[in-house]
């Protein structure tokens, strides 16, 4: 039986962060995992086929990166630190020699990025805590050639990107992410495989990109719409979207002719129903 191939562990994260001379910064979210048991549970449920070339956001020290070039056929990084980004072609080097030509990497913020020297179909991820949902929507709209994937992210975060109409915690994340497709809770990491230890668990989310709501309202008025009846959860639509419409008497005329009641909150409702809603911007005038 052939052995699996070798994945960074807490001996190789310290000797690397230690030759870096770095320390993870809380400003940039680095929580490097530290176990290769784990980031063969991320590959595997990320159901990366190897024919696919995958996006990887705040690849740090590698420990994902080498997984996943033993599972794709390609791998691009994007890695906003400089320190980092200029040692990561040498870790692929030293651990997957056979692999160099197969990597990618892209030193930029992940949140500003708009091109990449390859079109990705799958994006496997652990995202920094503090951008992990503008990350998650930044890309989806810049890259319609992501068709699943896989994302780490806070435990609390996950819950709401996944969470359905009429639960307490479905909110702008939940009803945005719709719009591109479908996300699921996966699983829950521990803390203990990460350096340095976050306080919290992480969470994994699995997407599968589905076409958005057949409507004639662009996704940017869709948006405004979800924005707005979010902005105070307790409101009613007709009080919250009076902003947006000119006035409640306005935005009573616009929810009614969407066919949602005007006395209802932001959180019964789903992607088509605030597609319906921005379709209505118009007659307002």
């Known amino acids: 039986m052939t052995e699996p191939a070798h994945l960074l562990g807490a001996a190789d994260i310290r000797a690397l962060a ?12 680095q929580n490097f995992v530290i176990d290769g048991n784990t980031i063969r549970r991320i590959v595997t449920a990320a159901k990366v086929d190897p024919d696919e070339t995958v996006l990887e956001v705040g690849p740090g020290l590698g420990s994902l990166t080498l997984g996943l070039l033993d599972a794709a056929r390609r791998v691009v990084a994007v890695e906003i630190d ?23 990497l ?37 890259f319609p050639s992501l068709r699943h994937g896989l994302v780490m992210v806070q435990d609390e975060v996950a819950d709401r990107l996944a969470a359905e109409p009429g639960s307490k915690i479905y909110g702008v994340p939940s009803v945005k992410a719709a719009w591109y497709g479908t996300m699921r809770k996966a699983g829950v990491i521990g803390t203990n495989v990460f350096w340095p230890a976050p306080r919290i668990h992480s969470g994994l989310v699995a997407f599968e990109r589905s076409e958005p709501p057949r409507t004639t309202a662009a996704r940017t008025e869709v948006f405004a719409v979800i924005d707005a009846a979010f902005a105070q ?29 005007p006395s209802a909150r932001g959180e019964t409702l789903g992607i088509e129903e605030f597609a319906r809603i921005a379709e209505q911007r118009e007659a307002l005038g």
């Open 106 to 142: 892209v030193l930029a913020d992940a949140l500003k990025v708009t091109d990449l020297p390859q079109e990705p179909s799958a994006i496997v991820a652990n995202l920094p805590y503090n951008v992990a949902v503008p990350v998650v929507l930044h890309l989806l709209e810049h």
């Open 233 to 261: 959860r307790r409101k009613t639509l007709r009080a919250a979207l009076a902003g947006w419409a000119g006035g409640a008497p306005a935005a009573e005329r616009a929810l009614v002719a969407a066919g949602v009641d």
């Open 82 to 104: 400089p320190k980092l980004a200029k040692r990561l072609p040498e870790t692929v080097a030293k651990w997957r020699p056979g692999a160099v030509d197969r990597f990618d």
């Open 18 to 29: 230690d030759e870096l001379g770095i320390r993870p910064t809380k400003t940039l979210g």
